[in-house]
């Protein structure tokens, strides 16, 4: 994993990014990130990308802020 994100950089999903949107929904269309694998960093506390990028655009469409620090220990 490591070796992976220094070959092909990594980002943070940006829900408000429409060309990360359009990644997404390729992707939930057609259960495939394509030939590049997925170009989402997983965030703590998220086991898996999908369900991480399902949650982020729920807090979108529910027009709740976003703060992955919520999840943080201590905060």
Request: proline share 0%.
């Given at each position: 994993m490591i070796l992976?994100?220094?070959i092909r950089q990594k980002r943070y999903f940006n829900e408000n990014s429409k060309k990360d949107i359009a990644t997404a929904k390729n992707f939930f269309s057609n259960h495939?990130?394509?030939t590049d694998g997925c170009p989402f960093i997983l965030e703590y506390p998220y086991i898996t990308v999908p369900d991480m990028?399902?949650?982020k655009m729920i807090y979108k469409s529910l027009g709740i802020k976003y703060d992955r620090e919520h999840h943080w220990i201590g905060k």
């Open positions: 992976e994100t220094m495939s990130w394509g990028i399902k949650d």
